[in-house]
C-alpha cells in the first residue's frame, strides 16, 4: 500500500482562514478530512494569530461543520495569557479587543493601567490612539514587559488590507527602544503551546497553512515539518519559508503520490 502524507504523522496543525475556510466559505473537502484524520487517531490543533476567545474560534469551527473543542485551538490571545502567567506576570495592561481581554484574565492576571503594569501587552485595538500608544512606549520605557500578540502589517477585509497590530507594535517599539515578545505565529511560542498540549513530539508534528512567512516560517522556527496549502510562490532551498510539502486542498493528505519530507536545519558551510 502506497503510503500517504496522513500516514507520516501524528498530530497536525492547522491554521484556519485560508485552510478550513475562506471568509464565509468552507474549503473542499475540510471538514471531511479532520474527520477522516480523527478516525485514523491523529490529534488535531487549531493554531491562529486571531486574538480572539477560543469559544468564539470553536463556535465558527463548528459553523463550518468542524468538530473543535476548546483544548485544540491556541489563540494569539490563550498563546499570550500562557506565557504572561509562565513570566509571572500578575498584572497588565492590555491593549486590545474584548476576547484577548477575557483570555489574559481567565489566566488570572489583573487588569493595571500604564502607572502599575508589569506588562503591556499588544494586540488589535480600532479605538487605540498616538496618546494610548505613547503612554504605552513609556510604560515599556520604564520596566515593564513588551508583549505582542503577532506582528502582522496588514489584515484582509472587504474593503482591502488594513493596518494590522504589527503597525502599532513598531509605533510603540520606535517610542521604547526595546523589542517585544511576540507570542503568534511565526514566532515559537504559539508552537510550544501546542506541542505541549498535544503531547507528540516535533518529528510527529506538521503544520498545515497557507502564508508561508507565517506559516510555514513559523512552523520550522519551531522545528516542526510544514505543508503549504495553496500557489502561493516557493522561496529557495535552505529558506525557512520553503515548505517540505505542498497540496491544493485538504483531501490531498489522502491521496498516493503525494508527499511531505522531515524539516531538518539547513546545512551551514
Keep these: 500500500m502506497v503510503p500517504v502524507i496522513a500516514d507520516l504523522f501524528d498530530c497536525f496543525f492547522f491554521d484556519l482562514d485560508g485552510v478550513l475556510y475562506v471568509g464565509g466559505e468552507t474549503t473542499p473537502g475540510a471538514a471531511e478530512s479532520l474527520d477522516t484524520l480523527r478516525s485514523m487517531g491523529k ?10 476567545t ?35 506576570i500578575m498584572r497588565a495592561w492590555v491593549i486590545g479587543e474584548a476576547g484577548l481581554h477575557r483570555e489574559v484574565e481567565m489566566a488570572g492576571i489583573l487588569p493595571a493601567g500604564e ?27 520604564n520596566g515593564a514587559l513588551f508583549v505582542a500578540t503577532n506582528i502582522d502589517r496588514t489584515f ?13 507594535v513598531e509605533a510603540i517599539r520606535t517610542g521604547s527602544g526595546r523589542e517585544p515578545v511576540v507570542v503568534g505565529k511565526p514566532f515559537p511560542p504559539m508552537f510550544d503551546e501546542a506541542l505541549a498540549s498535544a503531547g507528540f513530539p516535533r518529528d510527529r508534528t506538521v503544520m498545515v497553512g497557507d502564508t508561508p512567512e ?51 536545519l539547513p546545512r551551514t558551510e
Design 54 to 88: 477560543r469559544v468564539r474560534i470553536a463556535d465558527r469551527l463548528r459553523g463550518h461543520g468542524i468538530a473543535a473543542e476548546m483544548d485544540e485551538i491556541v489563540t494569539a490571545g490563550s498563546a499570550t495569557a500562557k506565557h504572561l502567567a509562565e513570566r509571572g
Design 115 to 141: 502607572k502599575d503594569c508589569e506588562a503591556v501587552v499588544l494586540g488589535w485595538d480600532e479605538t487605540a490612539t498616538l496618546a494610548m500608544v505613547r503612554r504605552a512606549a513609556l510604560a515599556v520605557r
Design 214 to 264: 507565517v506559516d510555514i516560517l513559523g512552523a520550522h522556527r519551531a522545528g516542526v515539518s510544514a505543508i503549504l496549502m495553496g500557489d502561493a510562490p516557493l522561496s529557495g532551498e535552505g529558506d525557512f519559508r520553503r515548505p517540505d510539502g505542498r497540496i491544493s486542498s485538504l483531501p490531498d493528505l489522502f491521496a498516493p503520490g503525494r508527499t511531505c519530507g522531515r524539516w531538518s
Design 156 to 168: 484582509p477585509t472587504a474593503e482591502g488590507p488594513v493596518a494590522g497590530v504589527g503597525a502599532l
Design 43 to 52: 490529534a488535531i490543533r487549531f493554531l491562529t494569530n486571531n486574538p480572539t
